[in-house]
């Protein structure tokens, strides 16, 4: 049985065109696994290719959309987020095709004020790229003046 999520761009700030993530396929407690297809009119697309680079925000979008199920589970919109440090970036191609089916994965090693997720993209199975990364998730935005009562 799968379970539906909601779409992405419910999930997640990016709008098109920098919304590459396509649906969330399976998430859980500290994980989430995404799918995209990279398409012709991607915005990083040059002569039907993708730099294997792109690959990280493919990452960063896959735990957006981790923490957008988590705020929506609460009752609050998706929080602005930003990649604050990325290590050990191994990159296992050059570039992405358009029509490349990818497969997103990010899973939460810890969290606090900056969150810890290990992450990656396949492409049939084959590792495209993959990386640890440090996030920050921005504080809800509040209707209250900043020195007013609240």
């Known amino acids: 049985m799968t379970a539906a999520f909601a779409p992405v761009a ?17 998430a859980g407690d500290d994980a989430i696994t995404c799918a995209a297809v990279v398409r012709p009119d ?11 680079s792109v690959a990280l925000e493919y990452m ?13 589970a609460e009752g609050q919109p998706p929080a602005l987020g930003m990649i604050a440090a990325c290590r050990g970036l191994e990159l296992h191609a050059e570039h992405l095709a358009v029509g490349d089916a ?12 900056m969150a810890e997720y290990r992450a990656a993209v396949t492409r049939r199975g084959e590792p495209l790229a ?20 609240a």
């Open 130 to 149: 993959e990386a640890v990364l440090h996030v920050v998730t921005a504080a809800p935005a509040t209707t209250t003046a900043p020195g007013s009562p």
């Open 60 to 72: 960063a979008q896959a735990i957006a959309a981790f923490a957008g199920l988590r705020a929506r």
């Open 102 to 113: 990818l497969q997103i994965v990010a899973t939460r090693v810890f969290a606090g004020a």
């Open 42 to 52: 991607n915005l990083f697309a040059v002569a039907g290719r993708v730099h294997a």
């Open 10 to 26: 419910e999930l997640v700030p990016q709008r098109p065109p920098m919304l590459l993530v396509d649906e969330v396929l399976a």
